[in-house]
C-alpha cells in the first residue's frame, strides 16, 4: 500500500523558516512527479511546487515563488519543502502527492496519491 508521510510542520515567527519532509512508503516514486500543495481554512487546495521525475526540473506557486524551494532524494524516497521568509498568509495544511506522470504537474488532479498533510504555520 502507498503510503505519504508529511513532516516538520510547526509554528515560526514571521520571517522564519521550516523544512517540510514527504516519505513515501510502499513504492518507490523514483521517476515520478511529485508535488506539494496547501490548504488554509475555508479556501481551495492550492499549488505550491512540484518536481520531475530527474529533480532537475521544479514549479512553484506565485505566491511562494523566491522563498520557498522543493528538492527530493530518491535514496531515501524523500521530497522536502524549504520554506524561508514566512508570511503568516502561509499558514495552512501542507499535503505531499506523487504523480505516476514523469512531468511537472500543478493541478491537484494530476496527482495519484497524498499525504494526511501536516500544519505549517507562519505566525506574526
Known amino acids: 500500500q502507498v503510503q505519504l508521510v508529511e513532516s516538520g510542520g510547526g509554528l515560526v515567527q514571521n520571517g522564519g523558516s521550516l523544512r517540510l519532509s514527504c516519505a513515501a512508503s510502499?513504492?518507490?516514486?523514483?521517476?515520478?512527479?511529485m508535488g506539494w500543495f496547501r490548504q488554509a481554512p475555508g479556501k481551495e487546495r492550492e499549488f505550491v511546487a512540484s518536481?520531475?521525475?530527474?529533480?532537475?526540473?521544479?514549479d512553484y506557486g506565485n505566491s511562494v515563488k523566491g522563498r520557498f524551494t522543493v528538492s527530493r532524494n530518491d535514496a531515501k524516497n524523500t521530497m522536502y519543502l524549504q520554506m524561508n521568509s514566512l508570511k503568516p498568509e502561509d499558514t495552512a495544511v501542507y499535503y505531499c502527492?506523487?504523480?505516476?506522470?514523469?512531468?511537472?504537474?500543478?493541478?491537484?488532479?494530476?496527482?495519484?496519491?497524498w499525504g494526511q498533510g501536516t500544519q505549517g504555520t507562519g505566525s506574526s
Open positions: 502527492a506523487a504523480s505516476q506522470a514523469v512531468a511537472l504537474r500543478r493541478s491537484v488532479y494530476g496527482y495519484d496519491y
Open positions: 510502499g513504492c518507490s516514486f523514483t521517476g515520478h512527479t
Open positions: 518536481i520531475d521525475w530527474s529533480g532537475g526540473s521544479t
